[in-house]
């Protein structure tokens, strides 16, 4: 029972620390912070000031014959009422400025995180879900470090202020309305856990309401065309209920809550001003006293049930703030050694793989990779064809340092790939991969995306290469032609030749062309083979190979299968020695005359 009870214990601190994570950020704005807590401050003590300038009134005003006295105690009032007023708008400014640049920092900082975490994490994350931590439980935490954390730092000032002046007003009443605050935030405290652990349930829901959507909205064309629209919108809308579900048991948690405070904190007043009612009467109390006390009582019943709705809210908002630090929390697989080695500002290119073996994450018991030894020459052309599977494209992950070997180890110019900064590793490299990335933005920029820096000119000269120049200059904006996103405005041809544009304009020492040519047409083919020519002269260069010309140039090619280099050699040795490349061509080109024809491969 002992162990039971600490690990309760232990969990409702854990409850606490999602909010806690987020106090760095509060520090940043010290001094915003200050000046809302005096204006906070200000505003509750004029407020407390406001039951006894009342009580003078009624008192003093109302019982005398003096009509100037009256007009001096009402212009007192107007008075606290504008100072009250303007502490309150100087308040709420402060303390929204606070939680709308929390927030703000809060998603830039989520965002930074996420663009650094290793790949692996993304082939099991989904973006969907990403996106809805940061947009929806960021906003649930803006409620909490804004309106929320303001009102309940002011209602707990009010309701200590407003017992305090209560016990003086009348200790025997206050008994009363003192004998409430117990049954009130027992249930407080337990509903609380309730909210947040519902809360949690419930944005849960709507991030994979989200997931969904992000799914199915990114790939609407394939959608439409096996006309999966009745399908897909009942799918999300089962989703959306479901959170909507989730939702409601949370929100029915609060408004029990709230309702049992408000009753509670209710039925004490009434007992109140009918017992004080009595006192005035039998002279035992003033009308102004009774007025007094009843007024800090109100404020006192007020802030309490105040607070039980704000405590719901810091609930929910703790729920989301435990989803950002499960991101935040997230150390990358691949980064940066506490001293990297620093690579040269133009390294050679030289390559080599040395008893590599890997496996993907989700199947362990499946290796891709199985000791795989490879030397590749700086300035050297290599070509890597293989069944899809074979692990062509795994060579191009651990190249990048997407990924990192599980035993063996892979070398650029002799430095192990571990030893470097990854940043460093990926400057040297240019890709240009089967499936392009085009960013919803304007071309220049798209083509610019490995050298931000780079000049108009520049621009202009990588696309001539890559023999993109005339389809840009024919858009109606040119080179700021915004293509939609994931560039869907534009023909698999067009997005690859931006995609060679960029690596033309990256200028880096090691190229890898994973299948560049494979979306062209014979045309556009040749003028692309020949703008690849003329970038790989002087690189290093790793070619997943389709394509016939690209594979007779190349130095040297190396056949994989199952994850291992099975043959190598020229593509007139290998054609000639009958095996897995000189099958591959003749699938491809159905023919008996191997040593004719050229290698052909599926991306793996």
Same mark, same amino acid.
């Given at each position: 029972?002992?162990?039971?009870?600490?690990?309760?214990?232990?969990?409702?601190?854990?409850?606490?620390?999602?909010?806690?994570?987020?106090?760095?950020?509060?520090?940043?704005?010290?001094?915003?912070?200050?000046?809302?807590?005096?204006? *906070?401050?200000?505003?509750?003590?004029?407020?407390?000031?406001?039951?006894?300038?009342?009580?003078?009134?009624?008192?003093?005003?109302?019982?005398?014959?003096?009509?100037?006295?009256?007009?001096?105690?009402?212009?007192?009032?107007?008075?606290?009422?504008?100072?009250?007023?303007?502490?309150?708008?100087?308040?709420?400014?402060?303390?929204?400025?606070?939680?709308?640049?929390?927030?703000?920092?809060?998603?830039?900082?989520?965002?930074?995180?996420?663009?650094?975490?290793?790949?692996? &994490?993304?082939?099991?994350?989904?973006?969907?879900?990403?996106?809805?931590?940061?947009?929806?439980?960021?906003?649930?935490?803006?409620?909490?470090?804004?309106?929320?954390?303001?009102?309940?730092?002011?209602?707990?000032?009010?309701?200590?202020?407003?017992?305090?002046?209560?016990?003086?007003?009348?200790?025997?009443?206050?008994?009363?309305?003192?004998?409430?605050?117990?049954?009130?935030?027992?249930?407080?405290?337990? &509903?609380?856990?309730?909210?947040?652990?519902?809360?949690?349930?419930?944005?849960?829901?709507?991030?994979?309401?989200?997931?969904?959507?992000?799914?199915?909205?990114?790939?609407?064309?394939?959608?439409?065309?096996?006309?999966?629209?009745?399908?897909?919108?009942?799918?999300?809308?089962?989703?959306?209920?479901?959170?909507?579900?989730?939702?409601?048991?949370?929100?029915?948690?609060?408004?029990?809550?709230?309702?049992?405070?408000?009753?509670?904190?209710?039925?004490?007043?009434?007992?109140?001003?009918?017992?004080?009612?009595?006192?005035?009467?039998?002279?035992?109390?003033?009308?102004?006293?009774?007025?007094?006390? *009843?007024?800090?009582?109100?404020?006192?019943?007020?802030?309490?049930?105040?607070?039980?709705?704000?405590?719901?809210?810091?609930?929910?908002?703790?729920?989301?703030?435990?989803?950002?630090?499960?991101?935040?929390?997230?150390?990358?697989?691949?980064?940066?050694?506490?001293?990297?080695?620093?690579?040269?500002?133009?390294? =050679?290119?030289? *390559?080599?793989?040395?008893?590599?073996?890997?496996?993907?994450?989700?199947?362990?018991?499946?290796?891709?990779?199985?000791?795989?030894?490879?030397?590749?020459?700086?300035?050297?052309?290599?070509?890597?064809?293989?069944?899809?599977?074979?692990?062509?494209?795994?060579?191009?992950?651990?190249?990048?340092?997407?990924?990192?070997?599980?035993?063996?180890?892979?070398?650029?110019?002799?430095?192990?790939?571990?030893?470097?900064?990854?940043?460093?590793?990926?400057?040297?490299?240019?890709?240009?991969?089967?499936?392009?990335?085009?960013?919803?933005?304007?071309?220049?920029?798209?083509?610019?995306?490995?050298?931000?820096?780079?000049?108009?000119?520049?621009?202009?000269?990588?696309?001539?290469?890559?023999?993109a120049d005339t389809f840009i200059t024919n858009l109606p904006d040119g080179y700021e032609t915004a293509v939609g996103e994931r560039g869907?405005?534009?023909?698999?041809?067009?997005?690859?030749?931006?995609?060679?544009?960029?690596?033309?304009?990256?200028?880096?020492?090691?190229? *890898?062309?994973?299948?560049?040519?494979?979306?062209?047409?014979?045309?556009?083919? =040749?003028?692309?083979?020949?703008?690849?020519?003329?970038?790989?002269?002087?690189?290093?260069?790793?070619?997943?190979?389709?394509?016939?010309?690209?594979?007779?140039?190349?130095?040297?090619?190396?056949?994989?299968?199952?994850?291992?280099?099975?043959?190598?050699?020229?593509?007139?040795?290998?054609?000639?020695?009958?095996?897995?490349?000189?099958?591959?061509?003749?699938?491809?080109?159905?023919?008996?005359?191997?040593?004719?024809?050229?290698?052909?491969?599926?991306?793996?």
């Amino acid at each position: 029972m002992s162990s039971d009870n600490n690990e309760k214990t232990a969990r409702s601190r854990r409850s606490l620390r999602p909010l806690a994570r987020l106090l760095p950020y509060l520090k940043r704005h010290r001094r915003m912070t200050v000046a809302a807590l005096v204006a *906070l401050v200000s505003a509750a003590a004029i407020t407390l000031v406001l039951p006894t300038a009342i009580r003078r009134v009624i008192d003093f005003g109302f019982g005398g014959d003096n009509p100037s006295l009256i007009n001096a105690y009402f212009f007192v009032l107007f008075g606290v009422v504008a100072a009250l007023a303007v502490a309150s708008g100087v308040r709420y400014f402060l303390v929204m400025w606070i939680g709308e640049r929390i927030v703000a920092e809060v998603r830039a900082d989520v965002f930074e995180h996420m663009t650094v975490l290793s790949p692996g &994490f993304y082939d099991q994350a989904k973006s969907g879900e990403i996106l809805s931590r940061l947009t929806a439980d960021t906003t649930q935490i803006k409620s909490a470090f804004g309106a929320s954390a303001s009102l309940a730092m002011r209602n707990t000032l009010m309701f200590i202020g407003a017992s305090i002046m209560m016990v003086v007003t009348s200790p025997r009443l206050s008994v009363i309305v003192l004998v409430a605050i117990p049954v009130i935030l027992i249930p407080l405290l337990g &509903f609380g856990r309730s909210i947040r652990k519902r809360s949690r349930s419930a944005q849960d829901m709507l991030a994979a309401a989200s997931a969904y959507a992000a799914e199915m909205l990114g790939a609407v064309r394939t959608l439409q065309a096996f006309t999966h629209e009745t399908y897909a919108a009942a799918k999300f809308r089962n989703a959306a209920e479901n959170a909507f579900r989730a939702a409601r048991l949370a929100t029915g948690a609060r408004a029990v809550l709230t309702g049992f405070a408000i009753f509670v904190i209710g039925a004490s007043v009434v007992a109140v001003l009918w017992i004080g009612a009595s006192d005035v009467l039998a002279g035992r109390m003033t009308g102004g006293t009774l007025s007094q006390f *009843l007024l800090y009582s109100i404020l006192a019943a007020g802030s309490l049930a105040s607070l039980s709705e704000v405590w719901g809210e810091l609930s929910q908002a703790a729920g989301a703030a435990e989803r950002l630090s499960e991101l935040l929390d997230i150390e990358p697989e691949i980064a940066a050694p506490d001293n990297p080695v620093a690579l040269p500002a133009r390294p =050679k290119g030289a *390559l080599a793989f040395n008893g590599v073996s890997f496996a993907y994450d989700g199947a362990k018991d499946m290796p891709v990779l199985n000791g795989v030894d490879l030397t590749i020459e700086p300035g050297e052309t290599l070509a890597v064809v293989g069944p899809s599977g074979a692990g062509k494209s795994t060579l191009f992950h651990l190249l990048m340092r997407f990924y990192d070997p599980k035993s063996g180890q892979i070398t650029l110019d002799g430095l192990d790939l571990r030893s470097l900064d990854p940043k460093d590793l990926r400057r040297a490299i240019a890709l240009v991969p089967q499936d392009t990335a085009v960013f919803g933005t304007s071309i220049a920029e798209n083509i610019a995306y490995g050298r931000p820096d780079a000049s108009r000119n520049e621009i202009v000269a990588a696309a001539a290469a890559a023999h993109a120049d005339t389809f840009i200059t024919n858009l109606p904006d040119g080179y700021e032609t915004a293509v939609g996103e994931r560039g869907i405005t534009l023909s698999g041809g067009q997005r690859q030749r931006i995609a060679i544009a960029r690596a033309i304009l990256k200028d880096a020492p090691v190229l *890898l062309l994973d299948e560049a040519t494979s979306a062209l047409d014979a045309e556009s083919e =040749k003028l692309v083979q020949d703008a690849l020519d003329g970038l790989m002269q002087g690189r290093t260069t790793l070619v997943i190979a389709h394509r016939l010309a690209t594979v007779l140039k190349a130095d040297r090619i190396i056949v994989m299968e199952a994850g291992r280099i099975v043959e190598t050699g020229t593509h007139a040795e290998l054609s000639a020695q009958g095996g897995l490349y000189a099958k591959l061509a003749r699938l491809q080109f159905n023919t008996d005359t191997p040593e004719t024809t050229a290698p052909a491969s599926q991306a793996g």
